[in-house]
C-alpha cells in the first residue's frame, strides 16, 4: 500500500510528517467543498470532510490507497475558528487562548475503491495556554504565521510558546494525527 499512498491534500504540513514518517506518497489536492452539510457535531464534522476529500480523489484513482484529512479548531466558547480573513479575525481568536484552552479536531479517512476497504476516524487534542500580553500577540500577529491557519496559529512555530500543555496527539494539531493514521496502516 505504501508506495501507492495518495494524499488528497496540498498541506505542506501533512506532506512533510508522511515523508518524515518513511511513506511514500503523491499529493492530489481533492478540492472539494469543505462545509458541515447539516453536521453540528466537531468528530462527525471532520470524518465526513476527511471522508470526502479522499473520496473525491479515490474517483480519478480508485485502484490506489487514498488519504484524506482535515483539521479545524473549536475555541473554548464553543466556536469553531476557520482560517483567519484578515488580521483582526486572527486576532480574535488569538485572544481567546489566553490562560484557556482549544480543540483541535481531525478526521482521517483512507480508503481504496478498487478493494472496497475504508478506514474513517477522528482525533482531538486538547492544547491549554498560558497568559501572554497585547504586545507579545501583536509581535505575533506581525510575523504574518497565522495567515492560512486553522486557529490562527501553528504550535510547531512562533505560537507554540503559549502552550503550557498538550492533552493527546501533537502531530494532530500540526495537521495529521499520526498515531490515528498508525492504527489504519496496521489494519491494511
Not at 489536492?29 to 470524518?47: Q, Y
Not at 486557529?151 to 498515531?179: A, F, H
Amino acid at each position: 500500500m505504501l508506495n501507492q499512498l495518495i494524499l488528497a491534500s496540498k498541506s505542506p504540513q501533512r506532506k512533510r510528517i508522511l515523508k518524515d514518517m518513511g511513506i511514500r506518497f503523491t499529493a492530489i489536492p481533492s478540492h472539494i467543498d469543505e462545509h458541515a452539510n447539516g453536521l453540528t457535531r466537531p468528530h462527525a464534522i471532520a470524518k465526513s470532510i476527511a471522508f470526502r476529500k479522499a473520496e473525491a480523489v479515490a474517483k480519478e484513482h480508485p485502484d490506489k490507497w487514498v488519504l484524506g484529512c482535515d483539521t479545524f479548531v473549536i475555541l473554548s466558547n464553543g466556536r469553531l475558528s476557520v482560517k483567519p480573513f484578515s488580521r483582526d479575525d486572527a486576532r480574535e481568536t488569538i485572544n481567546t487562548y489566553r490562560n484557556s484552552y482549544c480543540d483541535v479536531y481531525s478526521g482521517l479517512a483512507l480508503i481504496n475503491q478498487s478493494i472496497g476497504k475504508q478506514f474513517v476516524g477522528f482525533e482531538k487534542t486538547r492544547l491549554f495556554f498560558s497568559d501572554f500580553t497585547d504586545e507579545e500577540r501583536e509581535e505575533y500577529l506581525d510575523s504574518g504565521e497565522w495567515r492560512d491557519r486553522s486557529g490562527s496559529m501553528t504550535i510547531e512555530g512562533r505560537g507554540g510558546k503559549w502552550v503550557k500543555r498538550i492533552q493527546g496527539d501533537y502531530w494532530n494539531v500540526v495537521g495529521l494525527p499520526v498515531e490515528l493514521l498508525k492504527t489504519f496502516l496496521q489494519k491494511e
